[in-house]
DNA sequence: TCGGCCATGTAAAGTGTTACATGATTTC
DNA sequence: GAAATCATGTAACACTTTACATGGCCGA
């Protein structure tokens, strides 16, 4: 579903983790590594760039570390104010509105230290705890006696999935701070 | 080849849950039950059952069963050629690029021995148990020393994670498979 | 009777996908 | 040297959201 603009935030997360990174190695990131959390065609991530650019978020590079680099390809650093802006988005709180948000987030912390890495687990931890909550009460009065269960069994089964799921979510991120 | 609607999809498949349903209605299931799995706005909501209502998938009916109705909702029902459009698109068969209709398929079947429920099922396994494949397999060529973990921590835990995530989602399935 | 919610409808703008296009490089 | 792939770019279209708009009903 089409959200608030993302997109840029994406691409700053997946120069910043590699340094340098031309348009065609984005269009693979999308396919291999980001597919699961977000995905976008080289149709939108051109034009982005050139947006990018004109914006100061980024700036057009000649890779001279690697002179294995392919000459057709422009290749992208961020800026001081590309940084900025990544590190903003970055620390701006989870909602639970766009908590889809946290693996993305989360895919470009690159350092167990970094001290993004605990408000991020904590506020989805929240998020996904209202949710089981939320969820059990839905149950509840949906299915009241074995019959709603028997008339409405995918939507049974559908929502116990979702507590389900969403419980071990709970539990991973309990561990996962309990670990820091 | 232009994306594929799945909006009408979910209104015949919420009418056909109801017998009969207002536009209103719909608009307050999407609020609740439905939001894990697709989300729509009244603005898109109303324009579609108008176009329904000319394709003949759904027709305008005033319930004469409740005298509580609200006589200010316009209430609608599935045509002949309604039910047979959502049968076909639930024995449609599920593909890994959009197993994302596999929760609102399974929402939409209503008893425990619908013949429409094992395929489901088992489609959703087969696309499940290949992802998970997929998934470790990029663990352990992304990950192969302790320090790749260490210097893309974030990207470590979302594959863990997922891969977490997609083992659940198959023993589940298996599960109830089995149940059946 | 006035402010608020109900119920529907429309317009505009943002976001994303498919299709169309092109030069450059590799491969057979 | 023809075919396939690389790498980028543009155009048209599909989908969704936000905002705008309206008449009816209901409680204070």
């Given amino acids: 579903m089409p959200k608030k603009r993302t997109l840029p935030y994406v691409l700053?997360?997946?120069?910043?983790?590699?340094?340098?990174?031309?348009?065609?190695?984005m269009v693979q990131e999308f396919k291999h590594e980001i597919s699961d959390f977000w995905t976008a065609s080289h149709s939108q991530i051109y034009p982005e760039l050139?947006?990018?650019?004109?914006?100061?978020?980024?700036?057009?590079?000649t890779p001279a570390s690697q002179p294995e680099a392919n000459r057709n390809q422009t290749y992208y650093a961020l800026t001081e104010a590309g940084h900025t802006?990544?590190?903003d988005w970055l620390r701006e709180?989870?909602?639970a509105k766009d908590s889809d948000l946290f693996?993305?987030?989360?895919f470009f912390i690159k350092t167990k230290d970094s001290e993004l890495l605990r408000p991020l687990l904590t506020q989805q931890l929240a998020i996904s705890q209202d949710r089981v909550v939320y969820l059990k009460g839905r149950k509840t009065t949906v299915f009241q006696t074995p019959s709603d269960i028997d008339s409405h069994y995918g939507h049974y089964l559908t929502l116990s999935r979702g507590i389900e799921r969403e419980t071990n979510y709970v539990l991973w991120l309990q561990k996962l701070l309990e670990a820091l």
Avoid: A, F
């Fill in 12 to 25: 700053l997360g997946l120069i910043n983790d590699k340094e340098q990174l031309s348009g065609y190695q």
């Fill in 50 to 61: 050139q947006r990018m650019v004109d914006d100061d978020w980024i700036q057009i590079v």
């Fill in 85 to 87: 802006v990544l590190l």
């Fill in 93 to 95: 709180p989870l909602t």
């Fill in 103 to 106: 693996p993305l987030k989360l």
